[in-house]
Nanobody, 112 residues
Framework: VQLQASGGGLVQAGGSLRLSCAAS??????LGWYRQAPGKQRDMVAG???????NYADNVKGRFTISRDNTKNTVYLQMDSLKPEDTAVYYC?????????WGQGTLVTVSS
């Protein structure tokens, strides 16, 4: 079972980035994105279930959109109107039964 995240980078405030996370080895019931800024805990950003139900952290609602392509077993995070406070390492997570699987992080840096 593996989750491979990509798409991070450096962007100016107000810009956009799209993160991708390709899953392999199993079909996850829930896929999600978390982030961890330096010196802070890892927080949930967005999640999506296999039926397409989504949920978002309050501080990204209206700016971020999570989606998944079940044919490719991939989850995406479209991030618009980025702010410097969105700077963090972003991790994807897959839930299979009661097990959590994490991908490696991808760094997103938003400059002011």
């Amino acid at each position: 079972v593996q989750l491979q995240a990509s798409g991070g980078g450096l962007v100016q405030a107000g810009g956009s980035l799209r993160l991708s996370c390709a899953a392999s080895g199993t079909i996850f019931s829930v896929l999600g994105w978390y982030r961890q800024a330096p010196g802070k805990q890892r927080d949930m950003v967005a999640g999506i279930s296999s039926d397409g139900t989504t949920n978002y952290a309050d501080n990204v609602k209206g700016r971020f959109t999570i989606s998944r392509d079940n044919t490719k077993n991939t989850v995406y995070l479209q991030m618009d109107s980025l702010k410097p406070e969105d700077t963090a390492v972003y991790y994807c997570k897959g839930v299979y039964w009661h097990w959590d699987y994490w991908g490696q992080g991808t760094l997103v840096t938003v400059s002011s």
